[in-house]
């Protein structure tokens, strides 16, 4: 089956990107990676992603239905309580944008260097994942206590233009960070 990835012995993957340094050089070739079980989003990446020509990953910890292209590979990435993330964060890299509402898993793809935003175009970055994730933190701890904090708002019509225009922007700025390196020497 075109562009399906599993975990298991002969089934197509990529193999694992190792996490780069920030200051590493830009991936060739800019993937995003699609945390996929809750994104309300995706319709929309495949659409931005074919207008750019870029290669999406849509990982999920079962099967997820994607439409039939060549650029969109569907990984299940297991049942584990953090599979989908796991597999995300071990190739996520410079270069690379991540889409997730999962604050870990943003707080650790930002620290591999890749671009992360959230469904609702929120990004993350080294500058805002520290009190996010702080927040999250706090929030999930007064859950356990026992304290009502609501949940987060419901996704809305601007949130998905946020989102589009998040998406674009991000792509357009890696796009301009690639084209000022320089060339790799060839000696």
């Given amino acids: 089956m075109m562009g399906y990835h599993a975990h298991s012995q002969g089934a197509r993957w990529p193999g694992p990107r190792k996490s780069q340094p920030m200051n590493a050089v830009l991936n060739p070739t800019t993937r995003i990676y699609v945390d996929a079980d809750a994104c309300p989003v995706k319709d929309e990446i495949y659409r931005v992603a074919s207008r750019h020509?870029?290669?999406?990953s849509v990982v999920a910890g079962n099967f997820i239905r994607v439409p039939p292209d060549p650029l969109i590979e569907r990984i299940a990435a297991g049942a584990g309580m953090d599979a989908a993330d796991d597999w995300i964060a071990e190739r996520a890299g410079k270069g690379d944008i991540v889409i997730t509402?999962?604050?870990?898993?943003?707080?650790r793809c930002v620290k591999s260097g890749a671009e992360v935003i959230a469904p609702t175009g929120k990004?993350?970055?080294?500058q805002s994942i520290g009190m996010?994730?702080?927040?999250?933190?706090?929030m999930?701890?007064?859950?356990?206590?026992?304290?009502?904090?609501?949940?987060?708002r419901s996704f809305a019509p601007r949130d998905r233009s946020a989102f589009l225009s998040a998406l674009d922007q991000t792509i357009r700025r890696i796009q301009r960070q690639r084209a000022a390196q320089p060339a790799p020497n060839q000696n």
């Fill in 101 to 107: 509402s999962d604050i870990p898993l943003a707080s």
């Fill in 123 to 126: 990004p993350f970055t080294e």
């Fill in 140 to 152: 999930t701890d007064l859950r356990s206590s026992g304290e009502v904090t609501g949940g987060p």
């Fill in 53 to 56: 020509g870029l290669p999406v």
């Fill in 132 to 138: 996010t994730l702080a927040v999250r933190n706090l």
